[in-house]
């Protein structure tokens, strides 16, 4: 699979964006997928996974209760919702595929990596 992020851009904090996630080719609907971010400073972090189903959601406790993973498989994307956004939110954001069931929150574990797209968020 594919994978392509949009939806990046520039915010205030306190605001919102949703993010997308579109992947090309078959079998969509056999990947977990996850959302991570990087800033030059970090490594690539786990931000939020979904299971193929969409019935099992991980998050990561920054961001726990203000972005919410989602996906249509029908139509072969994911989505990340994220609210009450802060400066320190500001990355470029990833979105990777694992093919099988979510085992972890680990970036080895996912691939297929997209281009990102950038978020930033102004205080």
């Known amino acids: 699979v594919q994978l392509q992020a949009s939806g990046g851009g520039l915010v205030q904090a306190g605001g919102s964006l949703r993010l997308s996630c579109a992947g090309s080719?078959?079998?969509?609907?056999?990947?977990?997928l996850g959302w991570f971010r990087q800033t030059p400073a970090k490594e690539r972090e786990f931000v939020a996974a979904?299971?193929?189903?969409?019935?099992?959601?991980l998050y990561a406790d920054s961001v726990t209760g203000r972005f919410t993973i989602s996906r249509v498989n029908v139509a072969s994307t994911m989505y990340l919702q994220m609210n009450d956004l802060k400066p320190e939110d500001t990355a470029v954001y990833y979105c990777?595929?694992?093919?099988?069931?979510?085992?972890?929150?680990?970036?080895?574990?996912?691939?297929?990596w997209g281009q990102g797209t950038l978020v930033t968020v102004s205080s």
């Open positions: 990777g595929a694992r093919w099988g069931p979510l085992h972890s929150d680990a970036a080895t574990d996912f691939g297929s």
């Open positions: 080719g078959r079998a969509f609907s056999l990947y977990a």
């Open positions: 979904i299971s193929r189903s969409g019935s099992r959601k």
